[in-house]
């Protein structure tokens, strides 16, 4: 099936069955019971899956939330969501910042931001500062779709940036809803699900740019994964960036890639905590999802 067909597929699926009406993914309910594994302890349950960018470690069977390290390193990632009904944009002032101080950060497209941002995308790939992670296709919430469909949102986006000429290092669950069937799911294609300690509170705008900065500063440890967004709706960040860059290498911190963190010699996985409705929704999002009554997932670790 190519690109097309399967984008055809999902706007049609999204159409006809809204996420939360979905049926659930088969093997969600025991995992959901099971307690998140403890700080740095090995995985249990996945079979060692190689990856090429850390091939002598086991994928974990969690989402990480950062990693355990000595080093004085931390990881800028910036999300550039779309869906089928939002295009979202690009925010070149943040880009430009980023590329003038050469500063290597992962970049987390949805499928959808590639197709209607093609010449930014390109723009994007051609960075060797720039590495790419996969944001999912139509920023579903996959642990509230079919597995059939979770699998395409992956393998779709996978498809898309390869003819980039680049290849994921990571899969980011949108909103940060993830279960162990999500990160198998990641792990079928070798990638490590991959979160964020450190929330940056761009999105939307709602945060002023000092506040940004001050909650980056205050949260940010050695091995920390700090989340930005790129896709325009993050009007705040062009302003916090430099003084976060700032502030951060006053500490002593150094920037590195996510792959580059989990290839850290002596990095250790941090779980996040399991989020099935994912965290904060966007208050804006016509695709977010209305949670039940009654659950509340844990906020992110800060
Ligand atoms: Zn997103």
Redesign the pocket.
């Known amino acids: 099936m190519d690109a097309l067909l399967f984008a055809l597929v999902l706007s049609a699926e999204a159409d006809a069955a809204p996420m939360m009406d979905a049926e659930p993914v088969t093997d969600v309910a025991p995992l959901l019971e099971a307690e998140p594994p403890p700080d740095a302890s090995p995985p249990t349950d996945a079979a060692p899956i190689a990856h090429p960018a850390a091939p002598a470690n086991p994928l974990p069977a969690f989402a990480i939330a950062r990693v355990r390290t000595h080093e004085p390193v931390v990881a800028l990632t910036f ?3 779309a869906t089928l009904k939002q295009d979202n944009g690009f925010d070149r002032e943040v880009f430009n910042i980023l590329k003038r101080e050469q500063i290597p950060v992962t970049v ?1 497209p ?1 499928g959808r931001w590639i197709e209607t941002h093609p010449a930014e995308a390109k723009e994007l790939a051609a960075q060797a500062w720039i590495e790419f992670g996969n ?2 296709y139509s ?1 579903a919430r996959m642990t509230r779709i079919p597995r059939r469909k979770a699998i395409m949102q992956i393998e779709l986006t996978e498809t898309i940036i390869a003819e980039l000429g680049r290849k994921s290092v990571a899969f ?1 669950p ?2 940060g809803a993830w279960n162990r069937s999500v990160v198998r799911l990641a792990a079928r294609r070798h990638l490590p699900t991959v979160e964020w300690d450190v929330v940056s509170g761009d ?1 939307g705008g709602h945060i002023a740019a000092a506040r940004i900065v001050a909650t980056v500063l205050s949260a940010v440890k050695p091995g920390s994964i700090i989340i930005f ?1 790129i ?1 325009g709706r993050a009007p705040h960040t062009k302003e916090a960036l430099p003084d976060i860059i700032r502030g951060l290498r006053e500490k002593g911190l150094g920037f590195v890639t996510v792959s580059e963190l989990l290839r850290r010699p002596d990095a250790q996985p941090v779980s996040a905590p399991p989020t099935p409705f994912g965290y904060a929704p ?1 208050r804006d999002d016509p695709q977010e999802p209305k949670r039940p009554q009654g659950t509340v997932d844990a906020r992110p670790p800060s």
Do not use: E, G, K, M
């Open positions: 999300d550039a969501c987390f949805t944001h999912s920023h980011r949108p909103a999105a967004h896709n966007l």
